[in-house]
């Protein structure tokens, strides 16, 4: 379903500040498959995401979805396959505009022929139904301005939005680390059950290491632009958050060093 195949990514190339952020990473990932991914502050992990997404070219290597190589293919053209949510809840939504009018924008792109301004009945009855889903409430306020949302209504907002017309892939960059713990699970739990009833090839960075063996089907670990440890199945299950500190301790020799973590 995707494929990374020896990707590598150097910034600053040829300069004493080069970094060599990607390092000869290569990782299959089946239909539906549900990747949580962990690793200390500067591991490569969003920057994995930005190669995907199209932020910026490999140095080499390739990028295949669904056996389509997109390693050159624009970032916009790349959006209409895969979803993405940040860490920020500001970003992925328009401030300014109405709750429907960000779902017009998103559900509306797939048919050139219609604008947000073509908003039928019928498709507010959808949007109305889809918020009812995210039991915040939102799906009464259709003419309020996103930016007065708090951050996890925002959240669940753009989860909404990356997965209104089901992605090819979705990746979710730390998407709960800016809320509050309460409002981080409610966040979570749709997550899951979005990603469930849609069968939706997930891939999520996070800092918690109890949300990386719960969530999901695979568990991975990076490390200087590389995969340390990728498990799943029985292996997985019966780990623990102390089991995967020491793995990484034995697998890149050093501890994690991302406070977040160690406090989770």
Do not use: C
Not at 28 to 53: C, Q, R
Not at 95 to 123: C, H, Q, W
Not at 176 to 188: M, N
């Amino acid at each position: 379903m995707l494929e990374l195949q020896n990707i590598n990514k150097i910034f600053n190339k040829g300069t004493p500040n080069a970094k060599q952020a990607i390092n000869n990473l290569s990782l299959h990932l089946e239909p539906g498959d549900f990747v949580s991914i962990i690793g200390s502050n500067g591991a490569g992990k969003s920057t994995v995401f930005n190669a995907i997404g199209g932020s910026f070219w490999l140095d080499s290597g390739h990028i295949l979805l669904e056996k389509e190589d997109i390693t050159f293919l624009p970032e916009h053209k790349r959006a209409k396959k895969i979803g993405r949510l940040f860490q920020d809840p500001l970003r992925g939504t328009a401030p300014n505009m109405t709750i429907e009018e960000n779902l017009a924008l998103v559900y509306l792109r797939a048919n050139k022929n219609r604008s947000i301004f073509g908003i039928t009945n019928k498709d507010k009855d959808f949007f109305r139904s889809k918020l009812a889903e995210l039991n915040l409430g939102l799906e009464d306020r259709l003419k309020s301005k996103v930016g007065l949302l708090s951050g996890g209504q925002r959240q669940a907002l753009t989860l909404l939005m990356a997965t209104m017309v089901t992605p090819k892939l979705l990746l979710l960059d730390e998407h709960t680390a800016a809320l509050d713990p309460a409002t981080a699970d409610k966040v979570l739990e749709l997550t899951n059950k979005i990603v469930a009833t849609d069968n939706i090839t997930t891939m999520m960075i996070t800092h918690n290491i109890a949300s990386a063996l719960s969530m999901g089907n695979r568990t991975i670990m990076m490390n200087n632009g590389q995969i340390i440890l990728d498990i799943s199945g029985a292996e997985r299950q019966k780990s623990t958050v102390q089991d995967l500190l020491a793995l990484f301790k034995e697998k890149s020799q050093t501890a994690l060093d991302d406070d977040r973590i160690l406090l989770t």
